[in-house]
């Protein structure tokens, strides 16, 4: 649609026009009827709206970048054409959205339709529905794309968990969480949060935010949370602070953000690896250290390790090596070790 709003009033009045059949609209009306309601919404005083201009309108609104309009073309008295709809029944107001915007909604509502079998868009069904008859659109009848569905891998007690998380997010209810020990299932504690942001990674979901007591930042695993509730409404929200949640995710793989300051870890990569790491990069911060030749490539990122980044690297295999800093060398040697112990034993 045009942003421009002069003419957007101009097209509505004359989509009222179109529609009018008690009475005939010469071109000369139409000039008129534009010119005198932009005078009384404009502030400078009259307005005169020209002869090309309504003939540009008449043509951007039968067009597809408008709204495929359909003017009566027999509409003449004595040789003089008047204008009006095809359909006296037609209004864009009933259809407000162009054309390239209707195909943009119906493959927007396509993608939409791919998450309504999760708990946390369980209105998305009765939506799309009626979308799809309000302004007939007809959904592919195949998947034509995919996402990683959470809902045969993930447990379904916390993805019912989500919407209201979600809810006391957008309320800034504080609440009162109870949270299983990754120890024992019987082993829990009751904290009080200040919850900020839902965060999804590798196929499991976390809350982040304030713990009221110790006044720090806690990621929970919806898995573990046991109980949640309202906190009673004499506790306050505390606001996250500015850029509070990008900072937390900015130099971490995953969701564990340990104690430290980032660290630059330097990688040799196999070259025939590289392809993979060049568009999956392991980190944002991930840079090149030299050109690709036959001995591969070097590349360095700026993380805080932690367990995620851990089990990533791992997962390259004998694609990669790590070449420092030496503390953190040895520590991925060590976890190299333990891994390769297990297949020694019988």
């Known amino acids: 649609m045009p942003k421009n709003k002069s003419a957007l009033i101009r097209y509505h009045i004359l989509d009222t026009c179109?529609?009018?059949?008690?009475?005939?609209?010469?071109?000369?009306?139409?000039?008129?009827?534009?010119?005198?309601?932009?005078s009384e919404l404009s502030e400078r005083g009259k307005v005169e709206v020209s002869r090309e201009t309504i003939f540009k309108d008449i043509?951007?609104?039968?067009?597809s970048d408008g709204w495929n309009i359909e003017l009566d073309e027999s509409c003449k008295d004595a040789a003089r054409r008047y204008y009006r709809y095809l359909d006296p029944s037609f209004s864009i107001q009933k259809l407000a959205i162009s054309t390239d915007e209707h195909l943009l909604?119906?493959?927007?509502?396509?993608?939409?339709?791919?998450?309504?079998?999760?708990?946390?868009?369980?209105?998305?069904?009765?939506?799309?529905?009626r979308l799809s008859d309000g302004?007939?659109?007809?959904?592919?009848?195949?998947?034509?794309?995919?996402?990683?569905?959470?809902?045969?891998?993930?447990?379904?007690?916390?993805?019912?968990?989500?919407?209201?998380?979600?809810?006391?997010?957008?309320?800034?209810?504080?609440?009162?969480?109870?949270?299983?020990?990754?120890?024992?299932?019987s082993d829990s504690e009751t904290f009080t949060i200040s919850p900020y942001y839902l965060k999804q990674y590798k196929n499991r979901w976390y809350l982040l935010g304030l713990e009221h007591q110790n006044r720090k930042l806690y990621v929970m695993g919806l898995e573990r949370i046991s109980k949640l509730k309202d906190a009673p409404a004499k506790i306050m929200y505390i606001d996250p602070e500015e850029s509070i949640i990008e900072n937390h995710f900015e130099d971490i793989v995953g969701v564990t953000r340990l104690d430290g300051d980032p660290i630059t870890i330097t990688i040799w990569v196999n070259p025939a690896f590289w392809h993979f790491l060049k568009y999956s990069p392991i980190h944002h911060s991930q840079k090149s250290l030299?050109?690709?030749?036959?001995?591969?490539?070097?590349?360095s990122i700026r993380v805080i390790p932690n367990r995620e980044l851990s089990n990533m690297l791992m997962s390259y295999g004998e694609n990669i090596r790590i070449l420092g800093p030496e503390p953190y060398v040895k520590e991925f040697k060590q976890r190299l070790k333990q891994t390769a112990d297990l297949y020694k034993k019988n």
Request: charged content about 25%.
């Open 59 to 63: 043509i951007f609104m039968k067009s």
């Open 135 to 185: 302004l007939k659109i007809s959904l592919p009848e195949r998947v034509i794309i995919g996402y990683e569905h959470e809902t045969n891998l993930y447990d379904p007690e916390a993805l019912d968990l989500l919407r209201p998380l979600h809810k006391a997010i957008v309320n800034k209810q504080v609440l009162l969480i109870k949270y299983q020990s990754v120890r024992s299932a």
């Open 18 to 38: 179109f529609r009018n059949t008690g009475r005939k609209y010469f071109i000369e009306d139409l000039i008129h009827a534009c010119s005198d309601r932009l």
């Open 290 to 299: 030299k050109k690709l030749d036959a001995e591969g490539m070097q590349i």
């Open 105 to 129: 909604i119906r493959d927007t509502m396509h993608m939409l339709n791919r998450f309504q079998n999760l708990p946390f868009y369980d209105m998305l069904n009765n939506l799309v529905d």
